[in-house]
């Protein structure tokens, strides 16, 4: 029922730049963080940037200043502009959104929905990011 989408990865030289794209569907109420994480062979999946629904964004140290990470709540994306590429940015890059679901139980007689909120999160497909030397 919630879906999360990344496009933009692909083969890039060293000091170029790619924008990443994940869009997120489906039953969603509302998305607190969204955020981008990485994963290289044989390591572990860390986390590369997060951004909260205010538009506030953290970004681990070895990509700050060459990262940026922003959204948009009207089409509930989350992007990330990678700039100044380098070998050691190679992982599939994942999607994550902490997303707020509300499922309507019954209508009262008064026309107001009791409803069942759960709050999950959900992870992208992944899009692998090549950076060649």
């Known amino acids: 029922q919630v879906q999360l989408v990344e496009s933009g990865g692909g083969l890039v030289q060293s000091g170029g730049s790619l924008r990443l794209s994940c869009a997120a569907s489906?039953?969603?109420?509302?998305?607190?963080?969204m955020g981008w994480y990485r994963q290289a062979p044989g390591k572990q999946r860390e986390l590369v940037a997060i951004i909260t629904s205010g538009g506030s964004a953290h970004y681990t140290d070895s990509v700050k200043g060459r990262f940026t990470i922003s959204r948009d709540n009207a089409k509930n994306t989350v992007y990330l502009q990678m700039n100044s590429l380098k070998p050691e940015d190679t992982a599939v890059y994942y999607c994550?959104?902490?997303?707020?679901?509300?499922?309507?139980?019954?209508?009262?007689?008064?026309?107001?929905?009791?409803?069942?909120?759960?709050?999950?999160?959900?992870w992208g497909q992944g899009t692998q990011v090549t950076v060649s030397s």
């Open positions: 489906g039953s969603i109420f509302s998305i607190n963080a």
């Open positions: 994550n959104a902490d997303i707020v679901r509300r499922t309507v139980l019954a209508t009262t007689t008064e026309e107001v929905d009791i409803f069942a909120e759960s709050r999950d999160g959900y």
